[in-house]
């Protein structure tokens, strides 16, 4: 396969500035549909259009990659997260602009060239209608990829991000503008706000996503019953999290799948499927006996 010209870039520049990474690389890479590739390179020339580097987004991915690496160090020395709560890491992260945009868009790359992520992207595709109508809430878009990718797939007449983050949401918006420049009818608005402070009030939708954010916050139950309460009772809910997985705004520690099954039982859902994945490389029962990190997606249904 001819390797698209922006991501080849990429993937020289990240390797040159952190030759360590090759064998996790190419390893990942080796599993990328050209489909795949295709929506990456389209991905990173919306951003170089619009005046980033490759230089820039090379130092975004390495930023997280490193910092993921150097956060699971630690907590495999002291068996918890680095920070347990929302005010430690909200000025660094959340509401810090130069912070953000690099995490959230090495967040993006690493969708793609983490073996686990793109699986959790290709569980998101596979399983979201793709003829309902109605309406989809996305609490957490942080770069936005993944709603754009259910506009781009899906038929929902409107489409509501709600994000704690102004970088979060600024990112969500261009993005999503560019995707959707071919269906300007399909309603899209964005908020920026705590998801639980949200008024949604009697609002319900057909479909909610919510991905990776789970692990960002100090009282899980509450967006989950939240979540639970603005879901149409056949609405399509999907929500990631991860397990044992430290990065530097993980607070909410997961130790094992049953804790996260329990806790979508005490808030009335009912998991219809399940996609877990073990570190790359290993099985579920070895990951586990280390500590290593362990990525799920949840499909559920209202009981
Ligand atoms: C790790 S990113 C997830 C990005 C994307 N959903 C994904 O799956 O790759 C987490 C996002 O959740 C947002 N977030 C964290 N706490 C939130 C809250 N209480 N309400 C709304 N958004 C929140 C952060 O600002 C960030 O943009």
Redesign the pocket.
Known sequence: MNMPSNVQKLIDKVLEENPMHRRILTAALEKLTTEEFRLLDSYLSFWLEKGLTVDYLAEAYNTHTVSTVREQSYFQKHGKYRYSSFAEVADEV?FNNEFMSLY?YG?AIA?FFWANHIEMLRFFRETIPRDRKGSYLE?????G??IAAAMNDCAFDSYLG????ET?IEQTRQLVEHYRKGRPSVAFSLQQ????ETPLNDKRFDAVFM???LE??EQPGLFMREIRRVAKDDAYIHV?TCINAAVIDHIYLFNDTKEIENLFDDCGLKIKRELILPYAGMTIEETMEKRLPVSVSYVLEKN
């Open positions: 959340y959230m967040l969708t609490i957490g878009p942080g770069h990829y993944y709600i994000d704690i983050s979060s706000m705590d998801f639980l991905g990776e954010v960002h916050v990631s």
